[in-house]
């Protein structure tokens, strides 16, 4: 087993709580109930990080190790389920926060999947898998297509990120303000992109 | 490798009939072809189990394994498919053996996580999903919102039978009536939530 | 950490390209941009094997410890995206590819699993999940009930393949010309299927 640092522990869980909410959010829209309403945000809380843990053999993932992770997602569910109309007021927010949670989550995933000895191109793909793996499990359960396929600069914005850890990993930069300026350089991507209506292109004739 | 005992493997495949058997009936209710039940059976028989063991590091999981998994799964589609207008005919009694699949399911995956060393919060976690993994799939591959998203108590009958595994290990009662009463108190919860028509509260303006 | 042969490896990234192909396609057709194009052809191109090697225990799983797996994929989902027109004109040379596909994967998920110590029947249940788990996820990503479930010989087609390859192994036959002879077997059986319309039994009064 090996230990991640507290940097990413503490990124980890505040992306969990930023992702559950998401998923509170929507199960609330959906009308289900709060049983429902927990399962979604554990889930999307937690669907990223369990798919990483699997693939690079962190078993059992971090998540089913230390309980803060569970009740982390679980409390989540309930502010979503009971500040439900507050949070609804606060569409922009709510972007923002997803935003951060998916700067934070595609740091910590590239980065615990660096310490457990992958290579650099595997490593950004499950930055960008930990990010977005919540989301996509959170619509594909309530029957929507990803928003990570239809939003322009998502993906993008997780890749982005991922990719400053691999650099600064390779150049031998302090790894602390690396993911702090990684989780910001995705954060900042992802707002201004909503912000400006940045749009990529679609296929010629599609 | 850890070996479950007996009595879970014997709940584990009188699960596994169950579920594929509401999963062969979805199947054909969806006018699919006689594969398509089959795939659909299977899937669903085996795919809580599967993710509960791939999260403890039970590889390859019990269902690729022990070939008897694989043969009541399939077993449970070939009954689903001759004999789904029986079947459908009796939708209590299928609501009815679903129920008991919810909670032996539950129970066998609880004590598996317990047994592979994980701690309670994660283990009760793990035996809700290996309860419930297996109709998320099915309903996500028709295209349908999950029940255990829209059935007011389903994960919470999985989560009470789990619940009681956990308190009987951690009281250091004998493990098979233990089991045994955990599995009823799930299946009795969901049978009894079903007929009196309870519902769990919505959030507050959704 | 077990290798697998030059034969399957080969196959295995033909396979990538074929299935990433179908995915970036879907993509396309469903106006996703760019990168929602290149998401769902990595996706489709690498769940198959993913989930394989994941219930094998070959962890990390091929598709991340070797670039050319991810390069594959990559280059199959930018080949879609510019040359959709071209590649949707050829709606039979798009099927007879993911025919071919289908067969490789079936043959090298089955394989690799054999050399995982799996017994025949799980091998087999592997090389069907190989060789379908891609497509499967590209559909419920894209909110539509599975063409495995739907279409009439496609399952059955990754079996034949499966099949062959565990018999082959059984009589102690040299492993290429098996392959081979496997791959062929499963191609065609659902490239004539498609072109004679065959299609499987529903259930009775259905």
């Known amino acids: 087993m090996t230990d991640i640092s507290p940097l990413l522990l503490a990124m980890d869980l505040t992306g969990v709580f930023i992702f559950g909410l ?3 959010t929507v ?3 959906r009308q289900l109930d709060i049983f429902g309403v927990i399962v979604l945000s554990i889930v999307t809380a937690l669907a990223g990080g369990l798919l990483r843990d699997l693939m690079i053999g962190a078993v059992p993932p ?3 190790r230390d309980d803060r992770y569970l ?3 679980l409390l989540s ?3 979503a389920f009971f500040f439900h109309p507050q949070i609804n007021r606060l569409v922009k927010p709510v972007m923002v926060l997803d935003a951060a949670g998916l700067g934070l989550f595609a740091v910590a995933g590239c980065g615990k999947a660096l310490t457990y000895g992958l290579t650099p191109v595997p490593a950004v793909l499950l930055g960008v898998l930990t990010a ?3 989301g996509v499990v959170r619509d594909v359960l309530v029957a929507e297509v990803p928003r990570v396929l239809r939003e322009e600069i998502y993906a993008m914005a997780a890749l982005l990120a991922a990719v400053i850890v691999i650099a600064g990993a390779e150049l031998g930069l302090p790894r602390t303000p690396v993911a702090i300026a990684a989780a910001l350089a995705g954060f900042l ?3 201004v992109s909503v912000w400006r209506g940045w749009s990529a292109p679609r ?3 599609s």
């Open 22 to 24: 998401t998923g509170g």
């Open 77 to 79: 569910g309930l502010v």
């Open 62 to 64: 971090a998540s089913l």
């Open 27 to 29: 199960a609330v829209r």
């Open 189 to 191: 991507l992802r707002v």
């Open 132 to 134: 977005c793996g919540g």
């Open 71 to 73: 009740i982390a997602a």
């Open 203 to 205: 296929a010629p004739g």
